[in-house]
């Protein structure tokens, strides 16, 4: 009768280290994927700068020299404001990716602790129901062991003529 309780205590504990993992594994996912987003967008960051730097290169290459006109100059200065702003968009973006990364390697740590005692829970709770189903045994064998003395007694010499 005991039983019934600890096995059934015994598959909620199951049930919830299952579910416990599953999250678990669902933060690894996500730590890895926001990784992978942080370093694509440092990754198109670095491509950026390297493209601004090579477009006022071959400006400053072209005009060197030469006689430019001030549309043209403001032209460039504006060129590379806006290619300022798109680094700057690009700077916080990749502030904001790593935010996303560190809230989601708490999230992975706070998982893996669930998990884990999730885990230490069913390990205690598993060897509860083994040392219960031991007992048992031990109980149901210790009857068995009375029964036969009963019935040994019964086949003795004090009733003959029975169980022969």
């Given amino acids: 009768m005991a039983q019934m309780p600890l096995a059934t205590l015994l ?4 049930r919830r280290e299952q579910a416990a ?3 678990f594994a669902n933060c690894r996912h996500q730590t890895r994927q926001a990784q992978a987003e942080l ?3 440092i990754a198109e960051l670095a491509e950026h700068r390297r493209l601004c ?3 006022e290169e071959r400006f400053r290459l072209k005009v060197t020299g030469r006689r430019v006109r001030s549309l043209t100059m403001e032209l460039f200065r504006l060129d590379l ?19 996303h990364l560190a809230a989601a390697e708490q999230a992975l740590e ?12 069913l390990e205690r709770i598993d060897q509860l129901f083994h040392r219960e189903r031991l007992a048992d045994r031990r109980v149901r064998e210790r009857l068995a062991e009375d029964r036969i003395e009963e019935m040994a ?3 003795s ?3 003959p003529g029975q169980w022969r």
């Fill in 11 to 14: 598959n909620l504990r199951r």
């Fill in 21 to 23: 993992h599953a999250a």
């Fill in 39 to 41: 370093d694509a967008t």
């Fill in 53 to 55: 730097r090579e477009r």
């Fill in 81 to 99: 404001e806006s290619m300022q702003i798109q680094t700057e968009l690009l700077q916080n973006h990749v502030q904001s990716r790593r935010k």
């Fill in 110 to 121: 706070a998982a893996r602790g669930s998990w884990q005692r999730s885990r230490l829970d």
């Fill in 153 to 155: 007694g019964f086949a």
């Fill in 157 to 159: 010499p004090q009733f």
